[in-house]
Nanobody, 128 residues
Framework: QEQLVESGGGLAQAGGSLRLSCVASGRTFSRYSMGWFREAPGKEREFVAGINWNGLSTHYIDSVKGRFTISRDNSRNAMYLQMNTLAPEDAAVYYC?????????????????????WGRGTQVTVSS
């Protein structure tokens, strides 16, 4: 069964760090662009960061630039999101996603409709 599974969420203090992981199984996602999204209560799901198939192209929303780092290890079929200097507004359920529409390219799409595989999410809570 093809699936993405996130882990690494939890409770962090403001200014602290968390590292999210996304591990794929049932299919090799190494050819595809992948991304992290988040959804806070009462808000729409938003793009956070994206990475192309070989990790050489990355893209972030302005609010996390300089604080979050997306990376991937294709040998492990995994993707990561290192989150530093966390703020209360970063609290959300974080989802990893893969886009089979974008393979072997440089694109890191922000549109959730571009992604066709999704994990179930991991909760990130930030205390002030």
């Amino acid at each position: 069964q093809e699936q993405l599974v996130e882990s690494g969420g939890g409770l962090a203090q403001a200014g602290g760090s968390l590292r999210l992981s996304c591990v794929a199984s049932g299919r090799t996602f190494s050819r595809y662009s992948m991304g992290w999204f988040r959804e806070a209560p009462g808000k729409e799901r938003e793009f956070v960061a994206g990475i192309n198939w070989n990790g050489l192209s990355t893209h972030y929303i302005d609010s996390v630039k300089g604080r979050f780092t997306i990376s991937r290890d294709n040998s492990r079929n995994a993707m990561y999101l290192q989150m530093n200097t966390l703020a209360p507004e970063d609290a959300a359920v974080y989802y990893c996603a893969a886009s089979t529409k974008y393979l072997y390219g440089t694109s890191t799409p922000e549109d959730a409709d571009a992604y066709d595989y999704w994990g179930r999410g991991t909760q990130v809570t930030v205390s002030s």
